[in-house]
């Protein structure tokens, strides 16, 4: 079978049977495209010419290109899930991959704001006119209840249940999940909707927040946004939508929370995924002792 062929297959069978979000789909197309071409430069243009050689080679490329290890082994696990499908179909008799083992990497823990700094950030949009509202009330709400840029900005108006302060979300792999909602984000949320929420709403649309066009808020707009109110704020440390995402998490595992009901909330389909938080926590509790024990 031709090599682009079987590629197309499998992202057929991510997109449609496996029902994975588009912007994972686009990830592994974007990853699998790399090693595509670096076949095509080497003349390998059948599926029975690739073998272990041809993508170890493809490793090493990476390497030399200087990309961080993280990438190289998000790389790696895209050819496994291409050629563990590919066996699995019975197009290919073995996975060239399976001598390969990923690069070798320390776990990255999230970089956290303090209860002060997302306090600074939460009140740095003017809530004086229609945009800062919907700004105070986004942010409110990524902090309230730790989704992803992605969740928030595709949430639907009526996703949103006001009386019993609970949101629904669709998360990676399309699976629901209700989270609950504090009190102050219901509070921001209602008052944007009501004062605000109409000025944008030229398209009777149905998502929750909107651009000044009325278009849905995209996640590239909403980054250059937290960061401009995390300079106003000023908040020396590089913030992404994640930073509130992670620091949801923390503070309450600071103050806490069951790493079960966390793992929920977060849509974690793996506990493991949710320890991170732990590092993080122990790491909290190690400068506890160290400030305020008598020999610390």
């Not at 509070?187 to 030229?202: C, H, K, N, T």
């Not at 995390?230 to 923390?250: C, E, M, N, Q, V």
């Not at 993080?280 to 190690?286: C, D, G, K, V």
Request: charged fraction near 25%; proline fraction near 3%.
């Amino acid at each position: 079978m031709n090599l682009d062929r079987a590629i197309d297959l499998y992202l057929d069978h991510i997109k449609i049977e496996r029902n994975l979000a588009p912007n994972s789909v686009e990830s592994y197309a974007r990853d699998i495209a790399k090693f595509r071409a670096h076949c095509a430069q080497r003349k390998i243009h059948q599926l029975k010419q690739v073998d272990s050689r041809a993508v170890l080679e493809f490793l090493v490329s990476l390497s030399a290109s200087k990309l961080s290890v993280r990438t190289q082994a998000r790389n790696l696990v895209a050819l496994r899930g291409l050629f563990k499908f590919l066996r699995a179909e019975k197009l290919l008799t073995a996975d060239p991959t399976a001598a390969l083992d990923l690069p070798r990497m320390g776990r990255k823990l999230p970089d956290v704001l303090t209860v002060d700094e997302v306090d600074r950030l939460l009140s740095a949009p003017d809530r004086s006119t229609a945009m800062g509202l919907r700004d105070a009330a986004m942010l409110e709400l990524l902090y309230a209840t730790g989704l992803r840029v992605s969740e928030l900005c595709r949430l639907r108006h009526d996703a949103l249940d006001m009386q019993k302060g609970f949101l629904s979300t669709m998360g990676k792999g399309r699976k629901q999940r209700l989270v609950p909602v504090g009190e102050a984000a219901l509070l921001m949320v209602g008052e944007y909707v009501s004062a605000a929420r109409p000025a944008f709403d030229r398209r009777r649309s149905n998502y929750l927040f909107l651009t000044r066009l009325g278009g849905p808020m995209s996640r590239q707009a909403f980054w250059k946004l937290i960061r401009n109110h995390g300079l106003r704020a000023g908040i020396d440390k590089r913030i992404s939508p994640h930073s509130l995402r992670h620091s949801f998490a923390t503070h309450l595992l600071q103050r806490g929370a069951d790493l079960r009901a966390l793992q929920a909330m977060l849509g974690h389909a793996d506990i493991s995924t949710t320890q991170i938080y732990t590092h993080i926590n122990r790491r909290h509790l190690a400068e506890i002792h160290r400030k305020h024990h008598p020999r610390g």
